[in-house]
Each structure stands twice: as C-alpha cells, then as structure tokens.
C-alpha cells in the first residue's frame, strides 16, 4: 500500500512528523474499485471516509421517479478537499445513508474508517485541524453551490463547475455534469456549444 499520496496531502496544509507517518499506516486500508462499483449505498451506513489516490466517483441521490441527482464529485488530480468522498451525516451519525457512491472510472482510495479517524486525532491533533479546514471548505462550497441553484443562470452554474472541477469537464459524460447541474443533457451542449462560439 502507497500511503505517500494521503501524506502529501495531509502536508500540504501542516508538515508531519515521521512517527505521525508511522501511526497512519495501520489505520488506512487500500482498494481497487472498478468502473459503475459502489463505495455506499442507499439504506447502509457510511462507514469510511475516502480519499482518492486515482480515479473519479460521484456522490449521489435517486428520487421517487428514479432520476439521479449528483451532488459531489471527488477525483484525482484535484483540489485538495475535492478528493474526499462520503456522507458525512451518515458516517457521523451510524444511520442508513440516503446516498449512493459510484465509481465513474476504475480507481483507487485510501479509506478510514470512523474509530481509526477519531484514534487519529486524539493522536494526531493536527490532523483533527486539517479535516476542519477540509470540512469548513467544503460547507462554503456548498453554501456557494445553494445559493447559486436559486440565483444564477445554468451558464453561470455551468462556469463555476469549471472553476470548483477544473479537471472533470473532459473527464465526465455530459449526463453526469448536468445531472449535477439540475439541467439536461441537451441543453448542457447547447451552453457548451454557446460558449465555444462567443
């Protein structure tokens, strides 16, 4: 198992010490996930945060008519936070997860599970720092991503992807961006093709 990505990660908000290295090890376990397979699913509990050494996943809910809503995506290559992947409310609270995540290509995390990450940050206090930055980053983001649903134009939403998922454009299907988007598919490629021609 490869923990330096995790490390680098980690250090690239706070430098760590080579016996902090050494505690990480025996907590963090590794997996090959392969492209459409499941980290959660709906009516099971979030049992790991994962981070993503490669690959893509989306974060998702199905509502009554069967139609999918993206609500995050987590990749390699990313901004740091941006490669976290879970639900937190489920992970915290033990009760069935309403959400699913899905592998978008063959990928590869490293995961911790609830006990190991509170083990970690009683022993590692500055990791308890980092996934307070990761989290409060992540609640502006979503804050931001709210407030834009009720007042921005589709284009607007459509750019600001860009800017929070730099890398994902190319990367993901159209379906999967408009799904996150809350638009359709065909009126994605017209933005697309709106913008390609202004």
């Given at each position: 198992?490869?923990l330096?990505?995790?490390?680098?990660?980690?250090?690239s908000?706070?430098?760590?010490?080579?016996?902090?290295k050494?505690?990480?090890?025996p907590?963090?376990?590794?997996?090959?996930?392969?492209?459409?397979?499941?980290l959660?699913?709906?009516?099971?509990p979030c049992k790991?945060?994962s981070f993503t050494v490669?690959g893509?996943?989306r974060?998702?809910?199905?509502?009554?008519?069967?139609?999918e809503?993206n609500?995050?995506?987590?990749?390699?290559?990313?901004?740091?936070e941006?490669r976290?992947?879970?639900?937190?409310?489920?992970?915290?609270?033990?009760?069935p997860?309403?959400?699913?995540i899905e592998?978008?290509?063959?990928?590869?995390?490293?995961q911790?599970?609830?006990?190991?990450?509170?083990?970690?940050?009683?022993?590692?206090?500055?990791?308890?720092?980092?996934?307070?930055?990761?989290?409060e980053?992540?609640y502006?983001?979503?804050?931001n991503r709210?407030?834009?649903t009720?007042?921005?134009t589709?284009?607007?939403?459509y750019?600001t992807f860009?800017?929070q998922?730099?890398?994902?454009a190319?990367?993901?299907?159209?379906t999967?961006i408009?799904?996150y988007?809350?638009?359709t598919?065909?009126?994605?490629?017209?933005?697309?093709?709106d913008?390609?021609?202004?």
């Amino acid at each position: 198992m490869n923990l330096q990505p995790l490390i680098d990660h980690f250090e690239s908000y706070m430098p760590f010490e080579e016996s902090e290295k050494q505690l990480l090890a025996p907590r963090i376990t590794q997996r090959s996930i392969r492209r459409r397979q499941t980290l959660l699913q709906e009516g099971f509990p979030c049992k790991q945060y994962s981070f993503t050494v490669e690959g893509c996943f989306r974060l998702f809910a199905v509502d009554q008519k069967g139609t999918e809503h993206n609500l995050q995506f987590a990749a390699d290559n990313d901004r740091p936070e941006a490669r976290w992947i879970a639900d937190i409310g489920s992970f915290h609270s033990g009760r069935p997860s309403r959400l699913f995540i899905e592998a978008i290509e063959p990928s590869v995390v490293l995961q911790i599970e609830k006990q190991d990450l509170y083990f970690l940050y009683l022993n590692i206090p500055k990791l308890d720092r980092i996934f307070k930055v990761i989290m409060e980053n992540n609640y502006v983001e979503l804050q931001n991503r709210v407030l834009q649903t009720i007042s921005s134009t589709a284009q607007e939403r459509y750019l600001t992807f860009l800017e929070q998922y730099p890398g994902l454009a190319v990367r993901l299907p159209n379906t999967q961006i408009a799904s996150y988007l809350g638009i359709t598919p065909e009126f994605l490629s017209k933005i697309r093709k709106d913008l390609a021609s202004s």
